[in-house]
């Protein structure tokens, strides 16, 4: 792969991000704060990582309560350990009393699949926050999966070249919530550069 490649099909993914999902997301954290609700921040691998950022801007520069599953890695080992993957987030949000005041952030390349079996940690705590009637928001890739189907605000970042799909995909999740956490209807805070 070259760099004008890979370029070339960023620029592409970009152009096809659709605003109007974004800024349904905005709306959704904004409302999701002013009913003092909390957002969790879920993802697997480089978007696990991902969520413990967001969290930080959420929390730093929109004064929105928010935690990510996998930052506390002793309760999540644990939980993998003895409870197994597919619990391990739902089981977290359990504890974390997720309620109808609250949302869901996914981060994911593929949005999770039950019928592949792919990010069911994820399926099953979007399955969970159905039941509890929270908002569902989200940055994910592919054709947005288990995510896209049940959210109330998914973005789906479209990639044309199936060997980029996850770099560009984590990759735009931290230059679409860095817009996310920017605009107007949620940035409280400024930043100190």
Known sequence: MNYKLFKNTFSESLDEVDEKSLLGLIKDLALIRKR????????????????????????KLCNIEAYSASDNVSELTARINDEGWDSSYSNWLKVSNLNNKDGLFILSVGGGSIKKRISMNIVESLRLGKKRKCKIVGLVGRDGGYTKKVGDNVVVIKVNKKELVTPIVEAFQVVLWHYVVSHSLLKINKTKW
């Open 36 to 59: 003092k609700g909390r957002v969790f921040c879920l993802g697997v691998g480089g978007s696990a990582a991902n969520a413990g950022h967001l969290v930080n801007d959420l929390r």
